[in-house]
């Protein structure tokens, strides 16, 4: 409850609260007992009312210091209210009146009083807010409830009482009329609280009330033994104050955050409950007039009683049935709109799926074609119908060039419903109906239903005019190949034979000329058979001779070729550490190290270093080749992109730099054809890392030697971030950005 204490610690302690007052109610049960004397029994009694009105107030004390707002106020008011009971206790006692013969008007006013403060402090509590038919309903149900009790009092006490307040014992009007009216207001108060409030708050304001009730009983009960002339203190009547101010305590002691708010709980629960507990109340009222009542002066006070009972119960029914009802149809009209829209937005999709070129289609965790989109079914020539409810594996994979049929479990579907495995633009032969097969490309996912794979969606596009194009494509390059490249080199010797005066003097300006137009045409030539190069490798029909090599030989190979052009760049070139025997075509990765070389030299600042090596990975099944220069950088958005074709990073330098813009692209084709896989670090203005990995010569012949393949995943996955063994060839001022991608060498910079 103290905002000092955490919400466990207050568990722990209302836990604590609990076993202890219910401890010493069994006490006080035994010590009021008709065994024992009767001075013992009034000594306890007074004693056990002392000590539980005294630890109540305590506590109500603490919680009033430990809360806010209203409910400050609230608990403020019931700590005065227990204060004004026990200080009237206690003048009793030390007076000693007898309540029967010698009743105290002190302690009959401080009663009185606390009994109308704690009626003050129960109608401050706040509560939930409720607007409208809510707090009609509210009303109507402290009515009905406060009028049931009422009629309970009226026949229990109310009878007895009136007819003792002209009595022999003289009793006054304030302890036989006022008390008990005050009670029975408590109660209903009590009662009209519980039924209120919400949330959190409600179990505490529950027990306060219980403990009212008990304490109210008990002051019905003394008053009515007193009219009758019966009472005397230690009987176990007594124990209903014990309980009621015990109870009262440990409802202050409820936990309780501090800064809580009272809010609407779940309406057809608080309803229910609501219901039960005003309809409970009318019950024990009807149980009480039947079994009690005598016929007496009050009975016209209860039949008007119980008419407002009945109407208050009948208007509270009518209006529940009309708020039930409305919102009956509120519902309804919810659930025809949110069908609607399930409807449009099924047509939606429908119409979608109908739309779209691309074959689509469905299939459960057992590989069966649940749906089919309509361009599907057409490229397919199979009607839809026929289709669903078929395997799709099975129907219209093509097999493989020998006549045997693949595997489903190797089969993309398999992957995307077993594993969660996408598969996106991959290449594969489907079989129409009529035994025609044709190329697709695909793209498969899983579906997944609340973390569950329930099957697997395929979209398929053939891509049989592509390969027409690829064709006509490859044609085109053989043209080129043989009928561009012979005349150019022809052209290319006369441009030569005019540079260099052997066909007569030129004048200094036609030697210019010429002179551009010879490196023209060479940059040309170098163009075409980049081209040629970058399709041959990528097609396939370039052949691999792979052979073991150790790996400082290539390395001192390509550094041999472009010393001469570092010399000239004023650059200086250095070969470190190169250890590991690669399985490659030697020519091809020198080729592949010439061009990372000669983008880290003519980027490189005079002065400068370009660093080559090679380091054997810790798995020992690839060698790691890197290219380090201390030149401009790559920006971090375009180091993705620089193994892409013609691409340059910075094109305004491009034709004093000279390139094609295919070297990194011939690099790349060149690396995952052995294998492995190239990739760049980069910060700008600090230097560019290219480096690239290849199979140790130990390992199985790749399936790229001689045809294009997936590079092997344990050899070409290059980290988000530098691996251990990377990073310790970084340069210590570089924070490379990395790409998984291949990266460009500086040529596309």
């Known amino acids: 409850m103290s905002t000092s204490l955490s919400l466990g610690a207050q568990r722990r302690r209302f836990r604590a609260a609990v076993p202890a007052a219910v401890a010493f109610l069994a006490v006080y049960a035994v010590l009021l007992a008709p065994i024992l004397s009767r001075a013992t029994r009034e000594a306890a009694s007074g004693l056990g009312l002392m000590m539980a009105g005294t630890t109540t107030t305590l506590a109500l004390a603490v919680r009033a210091r430990s809360s806010t707002g209203r409910r400050r106020m609230a608990w403020c008011w019931l700590t005065a209210a227990s204060t004004v009971a026990v200080l009237g206790n206690v003048w009793g006692t030390i007076v000693g009146n007898d309540p029967v013969t010698e009743p105290s008007a002190v302690v009959d006013l401080s009663i009185s009083v606390a009994l109308a403060l704690s ?391 036609a030697t210019s000329m010429a002179r551009i137009a010879l490196e023209s045409s060479e940059r040309l030539t170098r163009l075409i058979n980049d081209i040629l190069d970058l399709e041959r490798i990528e097609s396939g029909t370039r052949p691999m001779e792979l052979a073991p090599a150790e790996a400082r030989t290539v390395v001192e190979a390509a550094a041999a070729e472009m010393d001469a052009m570092a010399r000239g760049a004023d650059v200086r070139l250095e070969v470190g550490d190169a250890a590991g025997e690669v399985l490659v075509d030697a020519d091809r990765i020198v080729q592949t190290l010439t061009n990372l070389l000669n983008n880290a030299i003519k980027f490189s600042p005079a002065g400068g270093r370009v660093v080559l090596d090679a380091v054997l990975q810790p798995n020992g099944k690839a060698v790691l080749f890197r290219v380090r220069d201390e030149g401009r950088g790559i920006p971090e958005d375009q180091i993705a992109t620089i193994f892409d074709r013609f691409h340059q990073v910075d094109s305004s330098d491009a034709r004093q730099k000279g390139g094609t813009g295919l070297g990194l692209a011939i690099s790349r084709g060149i690396v995952e054809r052995h294998g492995g896989r190239i990739w760049a670090e980069s910060q700008p203005g600090e230097g560019t890392t290219v480096q690239f990995t290849l199979p140790v010569a130990h390992r199985a012949r790749p399936a790229g030697a001689t045809a294009a393949a997936r590079p092997a995943p344990d050899l070409i996955s290059p980290p988000t971030t530098p691996s251990t063994d990377q990073s310790v060839t970084t340069p210590p001022t570089t924070t490379p950005v990395t790409t998984p991608a291949p990266t460009p060498s500086q040529e596309e910079r």
């Not at 109507?140 to 009629?151: E, K």
């Not at 008990?180 to 209120?196: H, I, K, N, Q």
């Not at 033994?225 to 005397?232: D, E, L, P, Y």
């Open 119 to 509: 009626i003050i402090g129960l109608l401050s509590f706040p509560t939930a807010r409720r607007r409208g038919r809510d707090l009609v309903l509210l009303a109507l149900d402290g009515i009905v409830g406060g009028t049931a009790v009422v009629i309970i009092a009226t026949v229990l006490v109310y009878d007895e009482l009136l007819g003792s307040v002209d009595s022999s014992f003289g009793q006054p009007l304030v302890s036989n009329v006022l008390i008990p009216f005050l009670d029975v207001a408590l109660v209903t108060v009590g009662l009209f609280l519980v039924l209120r409030s919400r949330g959190e708050g409600r179990p505490a304001l529950a027990l306060v009330a219980l403990g009212f009730l008990l304490y109210a009983v008990a002051d019905l009960t003394y008053a009515v033994r007193v009219s009758q002339g019966t009472f005397a203190w230690g009987d176990v009547p007594d124990l209903g104050w014990i309980a009621g101010y015990l109870i009262i305590g440990v409802a202050a002691w409820y936990p309780a955050r501090p800064d809580f708010e009272e809010v609407e709980g779940s309406r057809a629960v608080a309803d229910a409950r609501d219901t039960i507990l005003v309809f409970g109340a009318v019950g024990v009222a009807v149980v009480v007039q039947t079994a009690f009542s005598s016929g007496g002066g009050m009975q016209r006070a209860q039949v008007v009683l119980w008419l407002v009972l009945g109407l208050a119960a009948g208007l509270r029914q009518v209006l529940l049935t009309l708020d039930n009802t409305q919102l009956r149809r509120g519902l309804e009209l919810r659930v025809e709109e949110q069908t609607a829209d399930l409807r449009r937005m099924a047509r939606r999709t429908e119409t979608l799926l109908t739309s779209v070129g691309d074959g689509i289609y469905g299939v459960d965790p057992a590989g069966r074609i649940t749906w089919v989109n309509p361009s599907g079914a057409r490229a397919l020539g199979h009607p839809l119908d026929e289709l669903v409810g078929q395997r799709a594996h099975d129907l219209f994979h093509a097999p493989g060039v020998d006549g045997t049929a693949f595997p489903y479990e190797g089969c993309y579907i398999a992957e995307a419903i077993s594993s969660r495995t996408v598969t996106s633009a991959e290449e594969d032969v489907y079989v129409r109906a009529d035994g025609d097969t044709f190329p697709v490309e695909i793209t498969a996912s899983p579906l997944v239903d609340d973390e569950t794979v329930t099957g697997a969606v395929v979209v398929f596009r053939d891509v049989t005019q592509r390969r027409e194009v690829d064709r006509m494509k490859n044609e085109f390059l053989s043209v080129v190949s043989h009928e561009l490249r012979t005349p150019l080199t022809s052209i290319r010797g006369s441009l030569g034979l005019l540079a260099g005066g052997q066909l007569g003097e030129l004048t200094p300006r």
